[in-house]
């Protein structure tokens, strides 16, 4: 009855349990949420007064395909990439669209993709609905394995490595610049594209900022950036930023799917930024989820320091955990609900949920009092079945 190309699309897990882990008695650390507390909703409604009155009925018309060409140069700006300019840019429906839209540009069905293992559920799903041939890889807190990634281009040619440098969802991971140079070393020796996927990159709340995979070989790697996770995800606007040939050929496609993204929220993000509002946001919400972060590093190590082990990330939304011994935290998982406290299962995040002990935790949409009393609740659970375990063998 449906196409092909159907048969391999899955619904998210994580978009399946969300729906129980909004209960109001339970604390989530599921969903990848920014805290809606801290969306800028007041300058926002500010910065819509005055774009109405500066483009009048203007804002309702038809648009540009690539994107209001003022927000592709003030995207550019701020992305402060010497490879960059406006015409490097296309505006997408969220950087969801946007890795869509490339995949379907460059990947014919069965080729091969090479992804992390864990790697970002949506992406998954994407690169599966078109019929990618997936291919997994290690990762560690420094990025993927690249020495696994070298014996698995020996053996075959891929089309695609799909990458999120900078506070990896699901594990927080930042790739050292070590390992983005030799990804890129692999990408031109063997010539594959690598799909840079940046939605967190702006969310640093220690050390030093990375040079993107973008700026150091802009023909090689195309990159997807998001307003999601640093103004509000409803506004669905993200971005392309390719070579021009990549960008004139994904426009082509962007037009027979959607004509344009919406021009009215374009428009009220244009303004946001010419309002000067966008860096004072960011580092309102450094400040903030870096507490959080800090606080929910500190709350597992003290509570849950014999039982799962974790690296501290230093920006984004997420700390993933791992059970120091083998045990399904997808079982966990059912206890944990009915303790009052949620958090994403590991085996939702790998090509064949390889790994099964690991969690992903979310730290940026609760408050420092719910992070302690979930993780105390997440500890109650896990010390009391390690104790069971123990005495029972
Ligand atoms: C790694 C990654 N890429 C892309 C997205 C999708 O973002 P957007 O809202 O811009 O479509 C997310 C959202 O969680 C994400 O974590």
Redesign the pocket.
């Known amino acids: 009855m449906f196409a092909e190309r159907i048969k391999n699309l899955n619904s998210s897990f994580i978009r399946d349990i969300l729906a129980v882990t909004q209960q109001p008695d339970i604390i989530s650390f599921a969903g ?1 949420l920014p805290d809606p507390a801290l969306f800028p909703a007041g300058q926002l409604q500010e910065a819509g007064e005055r774009m109405r009155q500066r483009l009048g009925n203007a804002l309702y018309q038809y648009g540009e395909t690539a994107g209001v060409a003022t927000l592709r140069e003030q995207i550019a700006a701020n992305l402060s990439d010497a490879n960059t300019g406006p015409e490097n840019l296309l505006v997408t429906t ?4 946007g ?1 869509d839209l490339v995949v379907r540009c460059l990947v014919d069905p069965g080729e091969r993709v090479v992804v992390e293992g864990p790697t ?1 559920l ?2 998954l799903q994407v690169l599966r609905a078109n019929q990618a041939q997936l291919l997994s890889i290690a990762s560690d807190a420094d990025g993927p394995d690249l020495d696994a990634l070298e014996t698995l281009l020996k053996e075959q040619p891929i089309r695609c490595f799909y990458a ?1 440098p900078d506070f990896h ?1 699901p594990t927080g991971a930042c790739y050292s610049l070590r390992r983005r140079q030799r990804l890129l070393a692999l990408a031109e020796m063997y010539d594959f594209w690598i799909l840079e ?1 940046s ?2 990159s702006a969310l640093r709340y220690r050390g030093e900022s990375l040079p993107s995979l973008h700026s150091l070989a802009p023909q090689r790697v195309i990159q ?1 950036g ?1 307003f ?1 996770k640093i103004i509000a ?1 409803a506004l ?1 606007l ?1 971005w392309i930023n390719s070579a021009r040939p990549v960008i004139k050929v994904v426009e082509k496609l962007k037009q027979a799917a959607d004509l344009h993204s919406s021009g009215y929220d374009q428009q009220l993000v244009l303004q946001f930024l010419l309002d000067g509002c966008l860096q004072p946001h960011l580092e309102r919400l450094r400040e903030i989820y870096g507490e959080r972060l800090d606080a929910m590093a500190s709350a597992l190590e003290r509570e849950l320091g014999g039982a799962l082990s974790f690296h501290k990330p230093q920006g984004g939304m997420f700390i993933w955990a791992t059970l120091k011994r083998q045990e399904s935290t997808l079982e966990l998982f059912r206890s944990a609900i009915a303790e009052g406290v949620a958090f994403v299962p590991g085996e939702a995040f790998y090509v064949n949920g390889e790994q099964e002990n690991s969690m992903r935790l979310n730290f940026s949409n609760s408050s420092i009092g719910m992070i302690e009393a979930g993780v105390t609740r997440l500890a109650g659970l896990i010390n009391v079945r390690l104790h069971q375990t123990c005495t029972a063998g």
Request: proline share 10%; glycine share 20%.
């Open positions: 990848g969220g950087s969801q669209q890795l970002y949506g992406a999120v969802n996927d939605p967190y997807f998001s999601s995800p669905r993200g």
